[in-house]
């Protein structure tokens, strides 16, 4: 298929699985037919929602699936990866909704791909107490049971390191907690809980498990060694923390120590063999030493006491959502972990890609996703083992803190009528994929 430039993308591999990623929080809706979860009780807070919304209707998706299951086969996806809602699944009827909504995709010849964690912790549990981590275990069980003889790949968690630094640290997010450095054992005990949401998911026959981690290049603001310093830090934060528990069955130098628990019995848990492993790329960041005032990053104010600064990464077109525009940092990425890990390194997919622009002739995305693809096939010739690639998101929905304001969807929501209106993304998405077969 001939894009901007002329040229048309690149062929993928005959198995390579294309899709497109929800979340159960942002798109579902129907608040009052489930228990409570953290993001609920921290949007009825006045003033963490920038446009004071709430996500109790959202896209009213729980209601409204089969519609939204005819745009993913109009789409012509191999696969929708979605989340299952905790507070859901303990609420009478919740997992006849993922009965339901998994017969309808498997009808519809796409694969199901549930995300069993995405950040709606029920209001009742908290990530500090380790006991959640075996809570989450019993719920995976549960949810596998149900649907284990239709789903065939799951994915444990999504993002723990935004959830730990957002909502745990900085409090930008649910559930509201400026802890700073004394949030790392949110860290541990969601790798704790991936690690036993694997075991479940064997136990229960799964033979294609990953986690979704969140992961970008850090570029040091300079060769200056405080920049470098700084950046280095940064890195391990955000990246290896998360990653190398799951990959290499450790903590970078000087982390384990920090951590609750037997983390030396705890890290063989973790470390429980993935099938594959999801990167959610959005961009690079640029890190440079603190400068004593509040940085930004991603819109938000870092305190001037970290050990780091995020700065603007310069000359770069952004998004609506103000992100710059980086597709080679994808190339950076995917082949900085192959250099780094090695043959420990799983397959990779990349489970989340994706940018917020306004509009149905959306451009900006087109040209974003064209990109990004085009970065994916350079990494794969390089000779990264990439197995998929999901694009973030289907639709619009409800963008956490920033309530409805971005739109990251294929598909545009009204959110007054509810009406779905594919935007011209959706159709250069779709006509990519016909071209791939």
């Given at each position: ?11 993928f ?7 497109v ?67 859901r ?32 912790l ?11 981590a ?41 559930p509201g ?8 054992p ?13 075991r479940?998911l ?13 992961h ?26 998360f ?15 920090l ?8 890290l ?13 790329y ?16 991603g ?6 006491e ?15 959502f ?14 900085g ?23 149905l002739?959306?451009?900006g ?23 998929g690639y ?11 803190a ?16 509810l ?19």
């Amino acid at each position: 298929m001939a894009t901007d430039d002329g040229n048309p993308i690149p062929r993928f591999p005959a198995d390579f699985l294309w899709g497109v990623s929800t979340s159960a929080h942002q798109i579902e809706g129907a608040a009052g037919e489930r228990e409570a979860s953290v993001w609920d009780v921290f949007t009825a807070e006045p003033g963490r929602v920038k446009d004071g919304s709430t996500a109790d209707i959202a896209c009213d998706h729980y209601h409204r699936y089969r519609e939204d299951v005819a745009l993913l086969g109009g789409l012509g996806v191999d696969a929708y990866r979605f989340s299952v809602s905790w507070p859901r699944v303990n609420s009478p009827g919740g997992l006849d909704f993922y009965d339901r909504l998994v017969d309808e995709l498997c009808a519809a010849g796409v694969r199901p791909v549930p995300t069993l964690f995405h950040w709606d912790l029920p209001a009742s549990l908290d990530w500090l107490q380790r006991d959640t981590a075996a809570r989450f275990a019993d719920h995976v069980s549960a949810v596998a049971e149900r649907l284990g003889d239709r789903v065939g790949t799951w994915i444990t968690l999504n993002e723990p390191a935004e959830h730990t630094l957002l909502g745990h640290a900085l409090g930008a997010h649910a559930p509201g907690r400026r802890l700073l450095f004394d949030a790392l054992p949110v860290a541990h005990h969601q790798l704790l809980a991936h690690g036993l949401a694997v075991r479940a998911l064997r136990a229960a026959g799964a033979a294609d498990v990953g986690i979704a981690n969140s992961h970008g290049p850090t570029w040091p603001a300079s060769a200056e060694p405080a920049d470098v310093e700084a950046a280095g830090f940064y890195d391990v934060l955000l990246n290896r923390l998360f990653a190398e528990p799951v990959i290499l069955g450790e903590y970078p130098d000087g982390m384990g120590e920090l951590m609750p628990g037997d983390v030396a019995a705890d890290l063989k848990v973790i470390a429980e063999p993935v099938d594959w492993y999801g990167i959610n790329y959005y961009a690079p960041t640029r890190v440079g030493a603190p400068g004593g005032t509040d940085s930004e990053y991603g819109g938000l104010a870092l305190p001037a006491e970290l050990p780091f600064s995020v700065r603007e990464i310069e000359g770069r077109p952004v998004t609506d959502f103000g992100w710059p525009v980086v597709p080679e940092g994808l190339t950076e990425l995917l082949c900085g972990f192959r250099e780094t890990y090695g043959e420990q390194l799983p397959p990779i997919v990349i489970t989340e890609n994706g940018c917020s622009y306004d509009g149905l002739d959306d451009q900006g995305r087109i040209a974003y996703l064209d990109a990004h693809i085009r970065a994916l096939h350079r990494a794969m010739e390089a000779g990264v083992d990439v197995r998929g690639y999901f694009v973030w998101s289907l639709m619009d929905n409800f963008e956490w803190a920033e309530g409805y304001a971005r739109r990251f969807g294929l598909v545009h929501v009204d959110y007054a009528t509810l009406e779905r209106t594919p935007k011209a993304s959706y159709h250069w998405f779709r006509d990519v994929l016909r071209a791939q077969r």
